[in-house]
């Protein structure tokens, strides 16, 4: 995978860092499908903390994409948008799957989903022969979604 090293912006720093633990193909097509079922599923978790009587389920998860989305919109703005998008994209299907499931069935989905992926990435860094790049630094588990959204902007031609 081709990492602009012409440039010197901290995100292509931490793609070429993550890209390092990630050169396997079978670890990458996986971390293309667990890595976002993780991010769902960590809002999808978010959304059924109480938020009490004044607040509405998934102000919690609001709030977590928001921070999430600064951390990404700092880090390029073209990378920001496309977090923007998928956080919207993300928030909708919550906000369906809660009206449709309720609260203990968004949390028991969610759960299941976390698990699963979590046992999949895994995996992929088994096959990889690599520890997950988070063990290093939890800044990392940000990097991820970010990583699979330029893998995808790459493909599409788009710069991030």
């Not at 919690?60 to 919207?88: D, K, N, P």
């Not at 860094?125 to 330029?150: C, M, N, R």
Request: aromatic share 16%.
């Amino acid at each position: 995978m081709a990492v602009h090293a012409t440039t010197d912006r901290p995100i292509d720093r931490w793609f070429a860092s993550y890209s390092n633990d990630h050169r396997n193909d079978t670890n990458q097509r996986i971390h293309v499908f667990a890595v976002p079922a993780i991010l769902w599923s960590v809002i999808a978790l978010l959304w059924c903390i109480p938020g009490g009587t004044i607040f509405k389920p998934g102000i919690w998860a609001a709030l977590a994409m928001f921070a999430a989305w600064r951390f990404y919109q700092r880090a390029s703005r073209r990378l920001g948008f496309g977090m923007f998008a998928v956080f919207v994209l993300m928030a909708a299907l919550t906000w369906g799957l809660h009206q449709q499931l309720g609260t203990r069935g968004l949390l028991t989905s969610a759960v299941a989903v976390f698990v699963v992926a979590w046992i999949a990435q895994f995996v992929g860094h088994k096959v990889e022969g690599q520890k997950p790049s988070f063990l290093t630094d939890l800044v990392y588990l940000l990097i991820g979604p970010a990583w699979v959204l330029a893998k995808l902007y790459r493909r599409l031609g788009w710069r991030y």
